[in-house]
């Protein structure tokens, strides 16, 4: 990471959850996450095999993105730069209810955002994710409460459709992030 000029700018946990044979959900370990990113918006969400404040052993990494842009999460309103195309009803509908839905959670992504937003699960994170031959795939945003660190990740395809990939807690800015945020305000 330091060869890449990387630096923590959010961090916190995600929570994978675990279902039992009826597909309810009986535990949610955590397990740190770190989104990283250089001064070009290049960056990286790492993953831990403990919680925060645990020492992990190892970290994954589970996604690589460019083009990373940051926002204030204490200040109310989605930013344009996470807002999508429109997508028609029926489209997300049949996309949502379909086998192809890896989704916790499937919608819209600026009706979401903009519901999130209303209970202040705010943007902090919106990137392009990108493949071992750099080619762009979906968008990555992270959200989270400022008053309490719960989030949740989702990847939105061209088409405007939100997958919620995991949920979140203890989400907070890193010093670095903060400075960051700071920097663009």
């Excluded at 959900?25 to 996450?33: G, I, K």
């Excluded at 890896?102 to 919106?126: F, H, W």
């Excluded at 750099?134 to 992270?142: D, H, L």
Aim: net charge negative; charged share 25%.
């Amino acid at each position: 990471m330091a060869a890449e000029h990387q630096s923590a700018i959010i961090m916190g946990n995600r929570m994978a959850l675990t279902f039992n044979d009826k597909g309810i959900a009986v535990d949610s370990p955590r397990l740190a996450n770190i989104w990283t990113s250089d001064s070009q918006g290049n960056g990286y969400n790492l993953e831990g095999d403990k919680p925060l404040g645990e020492p992990s052993t190892r970290y994954c990494v589970g996604a690589k993105y460019v083009n990373a842009r940051f926002n204030d999460w204490t200040k109310p309103g989605v930013p344009d730069f996470a807002l999508t195309d429109p997508v028609s009803e029926e489209e997300m509908k049949q996309f949502c209810t379909s086998d192809q839905n890896p989704g916790l959670a499937c919608g819209t992504a600026n009706v979401m955002l903009t519901n999130g937003d209303k209970g202040e699960q705010r943007v902090m994170l919106v990137a392009e994710t990108i493949d071992a031959e750099a080619r762009i795939g979906r968008k990555m945003i992270v959200t989270a409460r400022a008053k309490d660190g719960g989030g949740a990740t989702y990847a939105v395809g061209s088409d405007g459709i939100a997958l919620e990939l995991f949920m979140e807690d203890r989400m907070t800015f890193t010093p670095k992030g903060k400075a960051v945020i700071r920097s663009k305000n």
